[in-house]
């Protein structure tokens, strides 16, 4: 019974450990949905290959989060498999049936819980607050800020030859006038052009980060140079 006690604890650090570490991910600029992924993959030690994964590690505090990440997943994992194959070494079948029911039945209170968002509100006040107490995290909820909820959001463009904005600036592009803004511009270079003003040029190849409406951001993605794509804008 120690051994099947062990491994509730051990699912239960896992799932706390993963949310502190998604909290620390997403006061770093991910969006929570991307962090909670990340943070998963980096614990489980999946080791998806993703766009998300490299801006990940090419950020200093999210390589330190997701390095801690990995560390604690390898222990937790080997100590999960330890105690699962010690709770059912030696055991009658009807003594096994009885902890197999215990396990199921933990597991699926550890999930409700998990689910809880009473319960998540309140884990994530008590993590921003020792985060901010106890580590040197911008901790700031950009999503919080920028309000992306509702009908608005932020979202990247990736720019072809073709596309409505291809070789305009800024300036010509009057995104503003259709309730998007770009925020940043990163280039096929890969250099980064933050808070680019109306001289900026949108080149084929670059990708735009823009804050507005969702339904602009996403007719913005379809639409083509051209008359048809000028009345859209006009529209």
């Known amino acids: 019974m120690a051994a099947l006690l062990s491994l509730v604890v051990v699912v239960v650090l896992s799932l ?7 909290t620390a991910l997403v006061h770093t600029g991910l969006s929570r949905e991307v962090a909670k992924f990340q943070a998963r993959s980096a614990f ?4 998806f290959t ?44 009807g003594t096994t049936l009885l902890r197999v029911g215990i396990l199921l039945a933990a597991l699926a209170a550890i999930w409700r819980l998990a689910a809880s968002r009473f319960l998540d509100r309140r884990i994530e006040r008590l993590i921003v607050a020792a985060l901010r107490r106890f580590t040197d995290l911008d901790v700031a ?9 509702g009908p608005f959001g932020i979202g990247s463009l990736r720019v072809s ?3 409505w904005v291809a070789h305009k600036t800024l300036a010509e592009s009057r995104l503003r006038h259709e309730g998007a803004m770009v925020l940043g511009v990163e280039r096929a270079d890969g250099s980064y052009v933050g808070a680019p003003d109306g001289a900026t040029e949108i080149l084929p190849g670059d990708e735009l980060v823009l804050y507005g409406r969702d339904d602009v ?14 009345a859209e804008h006009a529209a």
């Open 16 to 22: 706390l450990v993963t949310r502190v570490a998604t």
């Open 44 to 47: 489980t030690g999946v080791g």
């Open 50 to 93: 993703t766009r998300e994964s490299e801006k990940v590690v090419g950020h200093p505090v999210r390589r330190r989060v997701v390095l801690l990440l990995m560390l604690l997943g390898n222990a937790g994992f080997i100590t999960a498999l330890a105690s699962l194959v010690l709770t059912f070494v030696n055991e009658s079948f």
């Open 141 to 149: 909820d950009y999503a919080s800020l920028l309000h992306v909820n």
């Open 161 to 163: 030859e073709g596309d």
């Open 217 to 230: 951001l996403r007719g913005l993605d379809d639409r083509l140079e051209g008359l048809r794509g000028d």
